[in-house]
């Protein structure tokens, strides 16, 4: 395992999709998931989010998390990809339980335990409430805290940002995931705090993110893109805005289809650019036709790019 003390890396990260074999019982197909990790390794990717809303957490057995995560760390440093963060989903109901998920990520070889906060009690988490329940699961585990903004997710429920402010001084939390999707709460998030690391939760804003001092993103798109989305880092960061703005436009148009359409998309996608994938594990369903075409009608023109930029590397 890497060393735990470092904030992660500013960069794109992909919250990694968990690919199930085509029986009765959809199990974990662990081949078909290394293949996913090193595919994004190779072409650059500075890490991944594994078992998160895209990788389908709330469908996985402890065990199945436990067996993932091995997998992953088994085939980056196989592969001499040393520096290749893993974020593992943490996320849980109960303060012991997202501190029992954490500490079976961090054995398993994961860097960082990336969590969402409990919400089936909603009415009953104030907002000192939740700052007490990252606090404690922060103390309480060996690898770093990322917190995981998703109000969609979570009924409703998010960290304002004066008590990200106040979470980000904790020497055990390091960073947050965004996919509250706003930009002036990560303008407020990156300028109140320090040795703290602001991602988007989408590239669909990735210049904007960046702009107002966010460090990267962690994006669904670029499981199916990911040239493309580090192009797009790439170009930021060097100050070729012109190129920049062009190019988050086509991401931000094709970057729907996927958003609009939730996890069956995204599988589709992946599906039908890499050749691998699957479906859903049930009881989601399927993606209905009409919106694999749609998918691919929007996604097309990215792939082309991805296609020309991965050419220009071999």
Known sequence: MSNTSRRPLAGIHVPTITIFKDNKSQDIDIEANKKHILYLAQAGIQGVLIQGSTGEQVALTREERKELTRATREVVEQHGFNNFTIMAGAG????????????????????????????????????????????????????????????????????????????????????????????????????????????????????????????????????????????????????HMEAATKLQGQVAASEWAVLANGIPSTKYAVNFYRGYGGVPRRPLPPTPSAVQTTVQNLLEHLNSIETTLQAKII
């Open 92 to 239: 849980a109901q109960s303060t012991q339980e997202a501190i029992t998920l954490s500490k079976d990520a961090a054995e398993a070889g994961a860097d960082y335990a990336c969590i969402l906060p409990p919400s089936f009690f909603a009415p009953s988490m104030t907002a000192q409430a939740l700052e007490d329940f990252y606090t404690e699961v922060a103390d309480s585990i060996p690898i770093p805290v990322i917190i995981y903004s998703w109000p969609g997710a979570s009924s409703g429920l998010e960290v304002t940002s004066d008590g990200i402010a106040r979470l980000a001084k904790h020497p055990n939390i390091v960073g947050i995931k965004q996919t509250d999707h706003n930009v002036g709460k990560m303008a407020r998030n990156a300028a109140q705090t320090q040795d703290f690391t602001v991602l988007a939760g989408a590239s669909d804003y990735l210049t904007g993110a960046l702009a107002v001092g966010a460090h990267g993103c962690i994006t669904g798109l670029a499981n199916i893109f990911p040239r493309v989305v580090l192009e797009l880092y790439r170009l930021f960061k060097e100050g």
